[in-house]
């Protein structure tokens, strides 16, 4: 039993629940830059669980412009957007932004995170209706509870279910139709094809939440729109600068009526200081990057076939991915985290997810491949993963 006696004993038996049912771990602390190989709780190991596609949380021109910004502006922006904390590099990475999406403007926040919760708690009011996949983000869900207009939930991808809703909410001022580009989960794909359609259709707005497609998918990593060809016709482009760009922050892309509207109701740009200038100028390195070697989006790509390939020929089940992100599913939660010991013990660090993270009973690895690894390095986590899934009855 975990005992308290600070009077902070009510948290205590929720624990317990959570030791319980195999979700209770500690945090693992990260010893060395985040590489393919890196030190995990003072063990190197093979990294599969990050979110740095590209490599470029250690790219040599990222680092440069980031100690570079840091020199001249210092470490911290020292205020909110709206009051001084308005620095010539926000601009310079919101006109790069903006560009490199195709779209009139961007503005940016200080995470994924907050760009999504900023536009949907403030964009909408009583008389609008939020239209969202069941297996939007966190951050997606929390922005909604925010927002005073009402919600409806459809069925993850299913576009006779968005359709239903679209046809009951007709008399709402606004509907905004919201949805993931690649869920971050299970690494599959939004239909935004059959979504814009839908929308247009019914004169809905659609807005994406890209964090896991910038980078990845589309023309140098532009995100699913570009991907599928709908430039100008998703209203809403959030975007994070903490996954394939390799630093911190997140982004908005759209009409400048968007940005402006944003600059002066959205709660995080207005009440939390600004993302770090060398920070920002490592996105607009990052940018650069993206523009002049997109090879390495091809070797993201290439690293992603050889892995999964693998994966299906030992007999595991990685549900529907189409990008980087690769399950391994294998059930109940403590068999994930047996799973991801195993692994740690034979040098691959893999994160177990269970509950309320995904649904009950499809707890996973969830694995993620970068441009980084070595087709070596992918092949030794291969074997450890074969040789633990055997040990433990998954295959
Ligand atoms: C789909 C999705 N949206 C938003 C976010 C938040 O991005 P950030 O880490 O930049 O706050 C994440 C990251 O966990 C994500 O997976």
């Given at each position: ?48 669980s990050?979110?740095?596609y ?5 790219h ?9 910004a ?105 509907r ?68 394939a ?21 959205a ?105 980084a ?11 450890a ?11």
């Open positions: 039993m975990a005992q308290t006696g600070t009077g902070m004993g009510f948290l205590a038996s929720e624990i317990d629940q959570l030791k319980a049912h195999g979700l209770h771990r500690s945090l693992r602390v990260i010893g060395s830059a985040n590489k393919p190989v890196f030190t995990v709780d003072g063990k190197e190991v093979i990294n599969l990050s979110n740095n590209l490599g470029l949380t250690t040599p021109k990222l680092i440069e412009a980031s100690v570079k840091t020199q001249w502006y210092g470490v911290g922006s020292g205020a909110v957007r709206t009051i001084a904390g308005t620095m010539t590099v926000h601009e310079e990475l919101e006109r790069r932004l903006a560009t490199f999406k195709h779209t009139e403007a961007s503005l940016t926040f200080q995470s994924g995170f907050t760009a999504n919760v900023g536009v949907l708690q403030s964009i909408l009011k009583e008389e609008d209706v939020i239209i969202s996949d069941q297996l939007n983000h966190a951050s997606i869900i929390d922005g909604i509870r925010l927002s005073r207009a009402p919600r409806k939930i459809f069925p993850h991808k299913d576009m006779d279910g968005l359709e239903k809703v679209l046809k009951e909410s007709q008399d709402a001022r606004v905004l139709v919201v949805t993931d580009g690649v869920f971050s989960m299970d690494g599959d794909i939004a239909p935004m094809p059959d979504i814009v359609n839908l929308a247009e259709r019914y004169g809905a707005i659609v807005m994406i939440d890209d964090a896991h497609a910038s980078g990845v998918l589309g023309k140098n990593g532009r995100g699913t729109v570009n991907h599928y060809g709908l430039d100008g016709r998703v209203q809403i482009q959030i975007g994070t600068l903490s996954k760009i390799g630093a911190v922050g997140g982004y908005v892309a759209g009409d400048e009526v968007l940005r402006d509207f944003l600059i002066h109701m709660r995080p740009f207005l009440f939390s200081t600004s993302q770090p200038p060398g920070v920002v100028a490592s996105c607009i390195a990052a940018l650069d990057v993206l523009e002049q070697e997109p090879e390495i989006i091809d070797k993201l790509w290439d690293n992603t076939r050889f892995f999964k390939q693998k994966l299906t020929d030992l007999g595991f089940n990685t549900g529907h991915s189409e990008t980087p992100i690769t399950p391994v599913i294998v059930g109940e939660a403590h068999k994930a985290m047996e799973l991801s010991d195993k692994l740690f013990e034979r040098g691959v660090f893999a994160q177990g997810i269970g509950y309320p993270t995904v649904a009950q009973g499809q707890a996973r690895l969830r694995t993620m491949i970068s441009a690894h070595t087709q070596e390095q992918l092949q030794t986590a291969l074997d993963i074969a040789e633990s899934g055997r040990e433990l009855g998954i295959i």
